[in-house]
């Protein structure tokens, strides 16, 4: 392990912005979602895809020369992608509020230092692409199951 920098050390604003975006992510993932799928799977995907981004945030943390990670299309990073994804679909979150949040993320990790500005085109595009693959691969089932119609941009009340 080497030691980092003081050009590595994350500067004070990112945490501080990194906050802000998940505050923002929350309250439009709040005032968008549905209760379509029942709380149990929902509260658990989402308490599984947390721990696992946690998970490899305290491994960055503690390994931050992840070899190459920014420079591939596919990292371990894709998984939460994916996941989010699923998460977003488990809610019910609209199609264009999930394109706005996997957008941002995206601008966020490029744009602040220490979450991904490293990051090539081709990752951000397969990030934003499992996020909405991993999304309609649940939206389907749960429309065809349940009746509901598909959620392109208004909140589905049951």
């Known amino acids: 392990m080497t030691t980092s920098t003081k050009e590595d050390a994350l500067p004070w604003y990112s945490p501080v912005v990194l906050v802000g975006h998940l505050f923002v992510s929350l ?28 998970g490899y945030v305290i ?3 503690f390994h931050p020369n992840t070899g190459g990670r920014d420079e591939n299309p596919v990292d371990y ?8 994804g699923v998460v977003a679909g488990l809610w019910y979150v ?5 394109l706005i949040l996997v957008f941002l993320w995206e601008v966020f990790e490029f744009a602040v230092k220490g979450f991904g500005e490293k990051e090539e ?30 959620p392109l941009a208004d909140r589905y009340t049951p």
Do not use: C
């Open 27 to 54: 309250l439009i993932g709040f005032f968008t979602a549905s209760s379509v799928v029942p709380a149990v799977p929902r509260w658990t995907v989402t308490g599984i895809w947390v721990a696992l981004t946690a």
């Open 59 to 61: 491994y960055e943390r």
């Open 77 to 84: 990073w894709t998984i939460a992608h994916t996941l989010a």
């Open 94 to 98: 609209p199609l264009v509020y999930l």
């Open 121 to 150: 085109i081709r990752n951000r595009l397969v990030d934003m692409g499992v996020a909405l693959g991993a999304w309609i691969l649940v939206v389907i089932p749960v429309m065809i199951f349940t009746g509901a119609p598909f």
